[in-house]
């Protein structure tokens, strides 16, 4: 690495690729949060405001941010902490407590967690005291003791709220809403879920408790405005080091770039109507990311057309690929036996005659495979659950007569025909035919 | 602290006229013709017989008790004076929540004929005021005018339950009316100056009596007082039921006729919920008492040489009287005039008012001196008449702790004594900073100039001094329940006080407002205050906890700050805290902020409406249970958010505020909620924790419990439990059921046993026979609230904060009561439609009334599901999944469908949209997402293209919000 010269800001391009590489890193892996959640104005002065009210007025709230995946819950909620934060007032007056569903999966732990969180006084370094019965009442008194005007407000961030609900008795949420609804320590209960069902979910006392309130992130972004979005999320901030390299990198994302490849934006396109969030664009613009290099400093579009394939493929077609001739035969003969009796499910007996007629009529190139060698391929397959046992005992049954399905659509199977490399003829020709 | 007011107390004399007649053999009890009455210091005689209406004294000067007499007897001694009476109820005695009964607005000169079974109608003699007009008035006929304040009318009955018309007849065996005999304020020339100690005992009893010197330094001032009293009468009369005045008229009620029926104690009368009560339950050791007291003053030279001198004693009798009076005033300084009483007894008077003293000013003195000095205590005029009123506030600790201070030798003395050093200290704690300070009016006061009373209150000092340190301090207002004992009587030489001492003192005074104690009989008081002194610990302990609340109605300051020491907790346990916030939590600055907190569900409403049958219902029964000292169950029901445990916790603080001031005997709350535990035994260890405060563990627990509630125990007071969410503790076994029903059965458990569910059948769905057996029958639903209803607690709720529109109130309240009829709904909406109407405006200080648009918009926001929108919002292969599921569904005429079946639909439909059709992997992502968000219901995924699909919205919803995004 050559020396930079301050002056000119200029740096060279290895290192200006790689910090392009963090920055935009950091961007799609969200482990940092952006300036300002883009399209949820609304939502985040309702969340500011709601929480705001519990950090200065010790007012208690429940609220429930519901949206499904990707759509930017999380980061809604980090925005506004770090907002709320900031203020000066509230900085050392709230305590935040992250719980989620997937990690906390029962009370017991969840308990614990919070305890910890708390650092109440039954918590020694990072371990806590005292039985589950013992943490909850312990928790609930400790709450209890607090009133609205001096105590601290604690903020309950419940992350897969819906997974709570699943807790024996929702105790938890029946004692943090109880809570958030008497005059006891000012706290607010703040649920992210991507379940819009999730209030009958919860139990009877425990909904009368909930206020009820839902933020809703739904995004009715217009293509337009996604195509905003992927110039916006690809562009380099302003405090770019070298101003050289931020011009040539920014214009390279600039609309005419865009819209003088109409493939791309038919790609582009494609991924706006299959999932509008940003999680999937982040991928597809990470995959473009990756192609970047020193010898290549900028996207191309190009970049972009495949990473979009490699995103888009199907990975069971994928994995069609990578079989063997004689796995792919007994596939084909699975589909025949679908065909025939329209979706029953079938055993390897059946596939294997089938198998058999195919070899004994057409078969030029596939050598006579002994039955242990055909089972042995019938049990790959279905360790690639490429085919699934219908059965719940397996045990019962022996090998071969254990009824299957085929977990493959037609469309996968002739495609995967279509690209297999030195596909003998006859079973491109056996795969196609109507009838076995 | 304790300070006495004093007051001017006539004495008076009862004796027995007519020939005694044996009444009961057995009893050896003798009937009298009559009572006379005479005022000690006057020649007239008022003479009593039965059959005519009297007034008896109670707390309350303005209104004291009306009874008609029946009958009187006494023991053979002819000292024990006992009357019958049939008893009138004032409305300001009827319990505040029966008021509403009545269905009009009382007459003020109204009383209601007492049917009930609560009241003891054995009346001390001693404790009659005097006579009083009553007149039937027929239940149609208009009230008369009411001119004559002196006539109280009866039209109705009152049976603790409802008001009836009453019956003529029950009127009539009397004369309606007797006129009223001509009062004996006269000052009898024989007034012994040595007053033998049964005089001065039982018969403190006796009335106010004109003092001479007290008059002729009042004498002064009486033309103010009196034109005073003359323009807040006017006042005076709209003065709200709710007065405290008023609340204590009837707690002395209860004080007296508890009183009367000492051996009875459990025998009372259900009274207002609000009041203070007195204690004094006991006599059995006044007697005792006495005599030691008496001892004690004849030891005391300075003192008793003082009670030679009759116009001091009987001002001291004003003296001690007076702490009891001051109990029942109102904290807040309300003034009020015992209006009703000084014209009745006007007319008494005044064929025989003093010549050299005017007349009202007589009146005042005579009958009313305690409302007369409390008024210059208020209002710290410093007048003469404040000085002449005033020495009986000087009476306060130095007095009493003297007296206590005397080692005595039975044991209740040295508790009384005990008690009496640990008020001081109390004092002193709370008001070092104070100059105020009780501890330096003992310094102060002309009393301590006589040697021995110096001596005593220096001794007191000493030991207050070591007290400070090391003794833990009860501090609550039942403090003032202590009473003077008889010394005070006999101390008189403190008429010489200082103006600005008295203030300060009577600012003192005036931060404590506690003293419940007025019992017709002085040895009631005194063994009121040893028995308060006694229990007073306990029942610290029991009661604390809802302390603060009843605090409200006292001012006293003071009292509190030592109850705020924490005590030390043992280091090994950690105490649950949140840890406090550096910034104080910000007050409410406009109206929609104002009105939000108020709205909030946590804010507890002085009182709640909507829910007053069900509170009367659950107050009765507990409140039976607690007086009877037996045990029960009761199940109430409802669904979320009706106020059930709301209104228990409502009962319980009435009930906790009962206790307190002794109308019922202290109990013990504990409140369990089968939500806040983690397992079902785990409520034996939180009641046995609750009870105790020992950890154990379940076993243990259950098995400590059943002992507690199966032994007979000294001194059990009745518990209280509360269960909430009872469908919680449900095992297998249903033994913790079983035993929190079994319980309350058992005869020495004195448990109490309230629980709540949300179902009304619960007993017959979840229980087995034998615990739903023992559960019983008393059973209580709430129901939803009705739109009114939750209209009607909205705008308590709001109690006049302007912020809302009629019609908005309306639409939320119908809204909900149509959906659930839960409150916290309604009160949830109303608080987001604030925050609509804030937003709504550009500068949240002029944000006006929350309008319709409001809260249409929080109710659709609350309301709406949010299925079509996120439908709207899908992208699109999302949505043509979904018309994929639909068509598919179509298809096979099910509502299910799997996977792969959907897909070939979804397929065929992105050619008819002319889009590129998506890969298995994308359809099943797709999918996903939609199951994720639950606008599908899939199998689980692992069954990949098998999974069945299922819609979970209708299918017309998905076709009207695709519609909706087509066009």
Not at chain 2, 725 to 734: F, N, S
């Given at each position: 690495m050559s020396k930079r010269k301050v002056k000119e800001t200029h740096m060279p391009v290895g290192e200006c690729i790689s910090q392009v590489q963090m920055i935009l890193r950091e961007r799609f892996c969200h482990q940092r949060l952006p300036e300002k959640p883009v399209g949820m104005e609304s939502q985040h002065k309702h969340l500011l405001e709601l929480l705001r009210r519990t950090a200065v007025h010790g007012e208690s709230n429940s609220v429930l941010i519901v949206g499904p995946r990707g759509s930017g819950k999380t980061m809604l909620l980090n925005c506004v902490l770090r907002e709320l934060l900031e203020v000066k007032d509230v900085n050392k007056n709230v305590l935040p407590v992250h719980l989620n569903g997937l990690l906390q999966t029962d009370d017991r732990i969840a308990l614990k967690e919070i305890t910890r969180q708390l650092n109440l006084e039954n918590v020694v370094g990072d371990k806590v005291f005292g039985s589950f019965a013992e943490n909850l009442a312990f928790l609930l008194e400790a709450l209890k003791k607090g009133d609205r005007s001096s105590s601290r407000p604690v903020l309950f961030i419940l992350d897969e709220f819906d997974l709570f609900a699943h807790h024996k008795n929702q105790t938890l949420l029946y004692n943090l809403l109880d809570v958030s609804q008497s005059a006891q320590a000012p706290v607010a209960v703040i649920g992210l879920t991507c379940r819009l069902d999730v209030l009958e979910l919860l139990e009877k006392r425990v909904k009368s408790r909930f206020s009820h309130r839902q933020i809703h992130l739904l995004s009715s972004l217009s293509f337009i405005q996604y195509l905003d979005n992927v110039r916006s999320q690809l562009s380099l901030p302003q405090d770019f080091p070298d101003t050289n390299f931020y011009d040539e990198w920014n214009d390279g994302i600039k609309v005419r770039h865009f819209s003088s490849y109409p493939q791309l934006v038919d790609v582009l396109q494609r991924h706006y109507n299959s999932s509008k969030d940003f999680r999937s664009l982040h991928l597809l613009l990470m995959l473009a990311l990756s192609r970047v290099s020193a010898s290549k400093p900028a996207i191309k579009p190009t970049d972009l057309l495949e990473a979009s394939r490699v995103c888009m493929v199907d990975s069971k077609a994928n994995i069609l690929h990578g079989l063997s001739i004689l796995e792919l035969c007994l596939i084909i003969a699975m589909k025949h036996l679908n065909d025939i009796y329209e979706g029953e499910p079938f055993n390897f007996q059946m596939v294997h005659n089938e198998f058999k007629k195919f070899l004994q009529r057409k078969s030029h190139s596939i050598h006579n495979f002994d039955k242990p060698v055909v089972i042995k391929a019938f049990e790959h397959l279905q360790q690639l659950e490429l085919i699934k046992s219908m059965d719940s005992s397996t045990a019962k049954i022996q090998k071969e007569y254990q009824l299957m399905k085929l977990l493959l659509d037609h469309s996968q199977i002739m495609e995967a025909l279509q690209k297999y490399p030195q596909c003998p003829t006859d079973v491109k020709q056996w795969a196609m035919s109507a009838f076995g | 602290m304790v300070r006495y007011f004093t007051r001017l107390r006539m004495r008076r004399i009862y004796k027995w006229g007519g020939r005694p007649y044996i009444f009961d053999r057995k009893l050896k009890s003798y009937g009298f013709e009559y009572l006379n009455m005479s005022v000690e210091g006057q020649e007239a005689v008022t003479t009593v017989t039965p059959g005519q209406y009297i007034l008896i004294e109670g707390n309350d000067d303005e209104y004291p008790f009306v009874a008609k007499l029946l009958k009187f007897f006494g023991d053979e001694s002819h000292k024990q004076k006992k009357a019958l009476v049939q008893w009138f109820l004032r409305l300001s005695e009827v319990p505040q929540n029966k008021k509403l009964l009545l269905g009009r607005s009382p007459h003020p000169q109204e009383i209601f004929y007492y049917l009930g079974r609560a009241c003891d109608n054995e009346i001390n003699a001693e404790s009659i005021l005097g006579t009083v007009d009553v007149q039937h008035v027929p239940e149609d006929t208009p009230f008369p005018e009411p001119g004559t304040k002196d006539t109280l009318y009866v039209k109705l009955s009152w049976d603790t339950k409802a008001f009836n018309v009453l019956d003529p007849v029950l009127m009539q065996d009397t004369p309606a009316s007797t006129p009223p005999k001509p009062a004996l304020p006269l000052f009898p020339p024989c007034a012994s100056p040595t007053a033998t100690p049964v005089s001065r005992g039982p018969v403190r009893r006796a009335l106010p009596t004109p003092d001479p010197t007290v008059m002729r330094r009042a004498g002064s001032v009486s033309d103010t007082r009196a034109t005073m009293s003359a323009g807040k009468r006017s006042t005076l009369e709209a003065e709200s039921i709710h007065s405290a005045s008023k609340l204590s008229a009837s707690k002395i009620l209860s004080a007296k006729r508890r009183g009367s029926a000492a051996d009875t104690p459990g025998v009372r009368k259900k009274l207002q919920l609000s009041i203070g009560a007195s204690p004094g339950k006991k006599m059995t050791r006044a007697d005792v008492l006495c005599e030691l007291l008496d001892e004690e003053m004849e030891s005391e030279k300075v003192i008793s040489l003082k009670l030679s001198s009759s116009v001091s004693h009987s001002l001291q009798h004003g003296c001690s009287l007076s702490p009891m009076r001051s109990g029942c005033k109102t904290p807040n300084g309300q003034r009020r005039f015992p209006w009703k009483l000084s014209s009745i007894s006007l007319d008494r008077l005044s064929p025989t008012a003093l010549g050299e003293q005017d007349l009202s000013s007589d009146l005042l003195l005579a009958v009313i001196p305690l409302a007369l000095e409390d008024e210059v205590f208020e209002a710290g005029l410093p007048t003469d008449a404040g000085s002449a009123n005033t020495p009986k506030k000087r009476q306060a600790t130095p007095r009493r702790n003297y007296v206590r201070e005397q080692k005595a030798t039975t044991p209740s003395r040295r508790k009384e004594s005990a008690m009496a050093i640990r008020k001081p200290a109390l004092g002193v704690l709370a008001e070092e900073d104070s100059e105020d300070s009780p501890m330096q009016p003992i310094a102060l006061t002309p009393r301590s100039k006589r040697k021995s009373a110096q001596l005593v209150s220096l001794r007191i000092r000493k030991q207050l001094n070591l007290l400070d340190n090391t003794q833990e301090l009860i501090s609550d207002g039942d403090d003032d329940c202590f009473v003077p004992s008889k010394k005070d009587l006999q101390s008189s030489s403190d008429e010489e006080k200082t103006d600005s001492e008295e203030e300060t003192r009577g600012r003192n005074c005036k931060t404590s407002v506690r003293t419940p104690c007025k019992t017709p009989s002085k040895k009631k008081d005194l063994q009121s205050s040893t028995d308060e002194g006694k229990t007073e610990s306990e029942e610290e302990t029991v009661v604390r906890k809802t302390r603060g609340r009843n605090c409200k109605t006292s001012v006293r300051t003071p009292h509190k700050k030592p109850s705020k020491k924490v005590t030390p907790s043992t280091p090994r346990h950690a105490t649950p805290s949140i840890p406090s916030r550096t910034v104080p939590a910000r007050q409410p600055g406009n109206i929609l902020e104002e009105a939000r907190a108020r709205l909030h569900v946590s804010s507890v409403p002085e009182s709640l409406p909507c829910r007053e049958q069900e509170f009367q219902d659950i107050y009765n029964f507990v409140e039976s249970k607690v007086m009877d000292g037996t045990g029960g169950c009761m199940y109430i029901s409802g669904v979320p958010g009706t106020g059930k445990t709301a209104t228990i916790h409502e009962v319980i603080r009435c009930l906790q505020h009962a206790s307190d001031m002794d109308e019922i005997p202290t109990f013990r709350f504990i409140e369990i909620n089968g939500m806040k535990m983690t397992d079902p035994h785990q409520a034996y260890v939180q009641i046995l924790q609750k009870l105790t405060d020992q950890k154990v563990t379940a076993d243990h627990a259950a098995a400590l419990l059943e002992k507690r509630f199966s032994n007979p125990a000294p001194k059990k007071e009745t518990t209280v439990l509360l269960v909430d969410?009872?469908?919680?503790?449900?095992?297998?076994?249903?033994n913790v059921m079983y035993n929190l029903f079994d319980w309350p059965t058992r005869r020495h458990a004195r448990l109490v046993v309230l629980t709540i569910a949300n179902t009304m059948d619960l007993p017959e769905r979840i229980m087995i026979n034998r615990v739903a057996s023992r559960l019983g029958l008393t059973r209580m639903s709430f129901q939803p609230y009705s739109f009114k209803q939750l209209q009607q607690i909205i705008t308590s709720r709001l109690n006049k904060v302007k912020a809302f529109e009629e019609d908005a109130l309306q639409l939320v309240s119908r809204k909900v009561a149509a959906l659930s009829g839960d409150a916290r709904r309604c009160l949830d909406i109303c608080r987001r439609a604030t925050e609509i109407c804030e937003h709504s405006t550009s500068h949240p200080s002029s944000a006006g009334l929350v309008r319709m648009n409001h809260v249409m918009e929080a109710l659709d926001e609350m309301f709406s599901s949010s299925y079509i929108t996120a439908i709207r919002c899908a992208s699109l292969q999302e949505q043509l999944f979904l018309r994929a599921v639909i068509a598919e569904f179509r298809r096979l005429g099910l509502e299910e469908a799997t996977f792969q079946q959907v897909f070939v639909q979804h397929r065929a439909l992105s050619r008819v949209e002319g889009l590129q059709p998506i890969s298995v992997s994308e359809g099943l992502a797709v999918c996903q997402r939609l199951g994720a968000c639950r606008l599908l219901l899939l199998e689980a995924s692992r069954l990949d293209m098998l999974q069945r699909v299922r819609l979970n919205v209708s299918q017309d919803d998905v076709l009207y919000a695709l519609k909706a995004v087509r066009d």
């Open positions: - | 969410e009872l469908d919680l503790l449900w095992t297998r076994k249903q």
